[in-house]
């Protein structure tokens, strides 16, 4: 039987945008049992939010107060982020935590901020997504240790070696996000390491999920996550049952507070076990 781990999903809007704040919610989440902490990567988001912190310096942070748990942006919607400076972002902060970072993907979305049009990044979908597999292929490249050579439709990366590499090998782990119903995220996130499925309804949904992941994932045995965010209270054996194997406890970013935070942590992980679909952290 294979455990259901429970990692803290936050966003990181006015009380926690202070990294040292978060930092410590981290290091109570490791004390309590959690198995990883996740944030959102946004510019900004909709009012009543009025502040928003950067993710990858309070993941920096998260990492040098804590010594086991998994932590990392959840999700980064990499067409907006040059692939090259992700590459150095990713390796520096799997080093600095001893391997325990995993890479969150996904297109970004306009829809709750407007942060894409009011910083004049690309709108449509489908070209957001060919940017995002584009950088995918330029971070497995770099990760590697070996010299990228890269001249695609979107970057260029002409004979630079991305060293040092990081911790985990082949590299970091990418997990991909994706809506139900939606074919390319799944062909994308059966490429990688895992798979969050966004706006799930009930556990017959990632049934399915599971079933064409596995389908597109053929004979690779190596371990696989699919990550489900549910409020805290809810029940995640149903979905562990379908498949998950991990719960992302997830708070609305309008109201979310550090005593919020610290309560649902107190609280404890999951205590469930399932034979899941696979048992890799990551």
């Known amino acids: 039987m294979t455990p259901l781990r429970s990692a803290l999903w936050l966003p990181l809007f006015d009380e926690l945008c202070d990294p040292a704040a978060v930092a410590r919610l981290a290091a109570e989440a490791e004390e309590a049992g959690w198995h990883g902490v996740f944030v959102w990567d946004h510019l900004r988001w909709r009012a009543p939010v009025r502040q928003a912190a950067d993710p990858w310096i309070t993941l920096a942070a998260i990492a040098t107060a804590t010594e086991h748990l998994r932590f990392g942006p959840m999700v980064t919607a990499l067409a907006r982020r040059r692939p090259t400076k992700v590459a150095r972002e990713t390796a520096t902060l799997d080093r600095l935590g001893g391997g325990r970072l995993t890479l969150g993907v996904g297109l970004g979305s306009d829809r709750f901020a407007g942060e894409l049009s009011a910083t004049g990044e690309e709108l449509d979908d489908r070209r957001r997504g060919r940017m995002l597999d584009e950088s995918l292929e330029i971070l497995t490249a770099a990760w590697s240790g070996r010299p990228v050579h890269h001249h695609g439709s979107h970057y260029t990366v002409d004979d630079i070696t991305f060293l040092p590499r990081p911790v985990q090998r082949p590299g970091v782990p990418v997990w991909a996000a994706g809506l139900p119903g939606n074919v390319r995220p799944?062909?994308?996130?059966?490429?990688?390491?895992?798979?969050?499925?966004?706006?799930?309804?009930?556990?017959?949904?990632?049934?399915?999920?599971?079933?064409?992941?596995?389908?597109?994932?053929?004979?690779?045995?190596?371990?696989?996550?699919?990550?489900?965010?549910?409020?805290?209270?809810?029940?995640?054996?149903?979905?562990?049952?379908?498949?998950?194997?991990?719960?992302?406890?997830?708070?609305?970013?309008?109201?979310?507070?550090?005593?919020?935070?610290?309560?649902?942590?107190?609280?404890?992980?999951?205590?469930?076990?399932?034979?899941?679909?696979?048992?890799?952290?990551?």
């Open 186 to 282: 799944l062909r994308r996130a059966a490429r990688h390491d895992g798979f969050v499925p966004v706006n799930l309804e009930h556990p017959d949904q990632l049934a399915g999920i599971v079933t064409t992941l596995t389908g597109l994932r053929g004979s690779r045995t190596t371990p696989y996550d699919i990550a489900v965010p549910l409020p805290p209270g809810s029940d995640p054996a149903p979905y562990a049952e379908a498949g998950a194997t991990w719960w992302l406890a997830e708070f609305a970013p309008e109201t979310v507070s550090v005593d919020q935070v610290r309560g649902v942590l107190r609280d404890g992980p999951v205590a469930f076990d399932t034979k899941g679909s696979g048992d890799g952290d990551g």
